[in-house]
């Protein structure tokens, strides 16, 4: 497979906490809207009782995954998500090759799942503020960062 490396003819002007702030929450209704419909079966299963995998629920579970491959998924084919493109953001590699799966995978699932298991980590995000390039602690794990287009 041929790597693409990305010209741009000038730096990129990195997305600020905000920007990035108000890309998240759409997302973040996209993919309850897309839990929304898969897991309304779910309720008329098990005499609407939540179905238990262990120390888990089935809906846990299917949200969970449907959360991280939204992510992976959408950065991995278009560099962005729904959110990214409605503010005109997009994730690029440090090194401005193309995006590749271990990049990604750091950023989008291994990233997102510390700061889900432990809330206190949520305060890292705002290392983009304060960071030249705009980074969080996820971006710079993936060597990754978030542009303006």
């Known amino acids: ?10 730096a990129p002007r990195y997305a600020g906490f905000w920007m990035r702030f108000w890309a998240y929450l759409v997302d973040l209704l996209m993919v309850f809207s ?12 098990n005499e609407g009782s939540p179905i238990e995998i262990g120390f888990w629920t089935l809906n846990l579970i299917i ?3 449907v959360f991280y491959l939204y992510f992976l998924l959408m ?11 409605i ?8 090194d401005r ?38 980074e969080g602690i996820h971006d710079m794990v993936g060597n990754t960062r ?3 287009e």
């Open 1 to 10: 497979m041929i790597e693409e490396k990305i010209v741009y003819k000038s």
């Open 34 to 45: 897309i839990n929304g419909v898969l897991l309304i079966p779910l309720k008329f299963m």
């Open 63 to 65: 949200s969970s995954i």
């Open 75 to 85: 950065t991995k084919f278009f560099q962005q998500t729904l959110g990214k493109m």
């Open 87 to 94: 503010f005109g953001l997009r994730v690029i590699r440090e």
């Open 97 to 134: 090759e193309a995006l590749r799966w271990s990049d990604l995978i750091f950023r989008e699932v291994v990233g997102r799942f510390i700061h889900r298991v432990f809330p206190i980590t949520i305060l890292l995000y705002l290392f983009v503020a304060f960071t030249p390039q705009k």
């Open 146 to 148: 978030v542009i303006a």
